[in-house]
């Protein structure tokens, strides 16, 4: 079985490669997974506790449990298993400081403060996990969203989203703000079952735009000017990038625990810039 594996992902790198050299572009940044243990604290930190969107998950860090590399590939596992929140306030109006316990784990890895990027061509190879409830995404913000201008102002390209509940599509989404009111623009692309294989899920980011791809196939193109023609443009600033599995709260919906371990695989990511 892992030989098989591995020739997948070879064919997987191979196919990559060659793409990126049709269209000229230059690896700048990457990690093929190819070590086992914790994900490398040089290119990653993680999102910790309960985050956003009421999702019931807590979000770990640096726990083998919910974020590790093992075979060659970033496993992220969403479980179902109680975990104390060292952020509980008995009657708190604060939803993450509510609950004492959650009942779900899971991992959010990011690259803030480690690296970011303007432009180019970010690319991830991924297998899905399923079941109702189920929510992973790979995804970008803003680097001044936490510290300066918050959210949605700091702009946010959803390369890919998955929602249980919806089996057979995924979703690309920019959230911006325009005249001080949130704004979004998207797609959904219908296939049968992503979740079934790996696939590559990438946007080319240009001075004018961003494409938006499920492999090969380009689905969606959003246009930088719709967020604004001036410097403040979020789309004409640096982002980070994300890398989570998401259960339940507001966009999730109700969680099948029979589903429940998921393993969302990771077998690189990659970043380009053309040459």
Request: with cysteine; charged share 25%.
């Amino acid at each position: 079985m892992r030989k098989f594996l591995l020739g997948i992902c070879l064919l997987g790198l191979l196919s990559s490669n060659l793409y990126a050299q049709e269209l000229k572009w230059h690896l700048v940044w990457s990690d093929e997974f190819n070590y086992e243990g914790l994900p490398d604290p040089t290119k990653w930190d993680y999102e910790e506790g309960f985050v956003r969107n009421h999702e019931m998950q807590y979000y770990t860090r640096a726990r083998e449990e919910n974020a590790r590399v093992e075979n060659g590939m970033l496993v992220i596992e969403g479980r179902k298993e109680q975990w104390k929140n060292p952020k509980y306030k008995a009657g708190s109006k604060k939803w993450q400081n509510q609950r004492e316990f959650a009942s779900y784990t899971a991992a959010s890895l990011i690259t803030l403060n480690k690296a970011s990027w303007k432009n180019g061509r970010i690319e991830v190879r991924a297998k899905l996990p399923h079941g109702e409830g189920i929510w992973p995404a790979i995804w970008t913000l803003g680097v001044n969203c936490l510290q300066v201008v918050g959210w949605p102002q700091c702009g946010e390209i959803d390369i890919m989203e998955f929602f249980g509940k919806d089996p057979n599509e995924i979703q690309a989404n920019v959230h911006y703000a325009m005249n001080g009111r949130h704004r979004w623009n998207g797609r959904r692309l219908q296939t049968d079952k992503p979740y079934a294989d790996f696939h590559i899920y990438a946007i080319e980011w240009h001075p004018d735009r961003v494409d938006f791809f499920f492999d090969r196939t380009k689905y969606y193109t959003f246009t930088i000017d719709s967020a604004g023609k001036g410097k403040d443009n979020p789309f004409r600033k640096p982002h980070y990038l994300l890398i989570n599995l998401a259960l339940g709260g507001i966009w999730g919906g109700p969680i099948d625990d029979t589903a429940l371990p998921q393993k969302y695989l990771i077998d690189y990511v990659k970043v380009y810039k053309r040459m």
